[in-house]
Nanobody
Framework: VQLQASGGGSVQAGGSLRLSCAASESIFRYDDMGWYRQAPGKQRALVARIRNDGNTYYADSVKGRFAISRDNAKNTVYLQMNRLEPEDTAVYYC???????????WGQGTLVTVSS
């Protein structure tokens, strides 16, 4: 499976962006799909996860501002990001979380830059 994230860009604080992650094959077999981000000088970290049953998880830093969704028919995962903050600046990736690991080779991320 190959993953391609898109939708990043430069926005001012308080703005919104919607990220998309298209998979080359079915994502239905991955019960968990998630969005990760890697800020400059920091490790990549999970920010949101969604299961096939709709159950979601959000990191405290994005809770109430970000919303993850998935469309298995389109093999796509989305991340709606609202009330963006400069601290959200990072490269965003999607993958299939599996404990502390991921189940798919990392694809190309998409850069989000938030200015104050």
């Amino acid at each position: 499976v190959q993953l391609q994230a898109s939708g990043g860009g430069s926005v001012q604080a308080g703005g919104s962006l919607r990220l998309s992650c298209a998979a080359s094959e079915s994502i239905f077999r991955y019960d968990d799909m998630g969005w990760y981000r890697q800020a400059p000088g920091k490790q990549r970290a999970l920010v949101a996860r969604i299961r096939n049953d709709g159950n979601t998880y959000y990191a405290d830093s994005v809770k109430g501002r970000f919303a993850i969704s998935r469309d298995n028919a389109k093999n796509t995962v989305y991340l709606q990001m609202n009330r963006l903050e400069p601290e959200d600046t990072a490269v965003y990736y999607c993958n299939a979380p599996w404990g502390d690991y991921v189940r798919i080779n990392w694809g190309q991320g998409t850069l989000v830059t938030v200015s104050s």
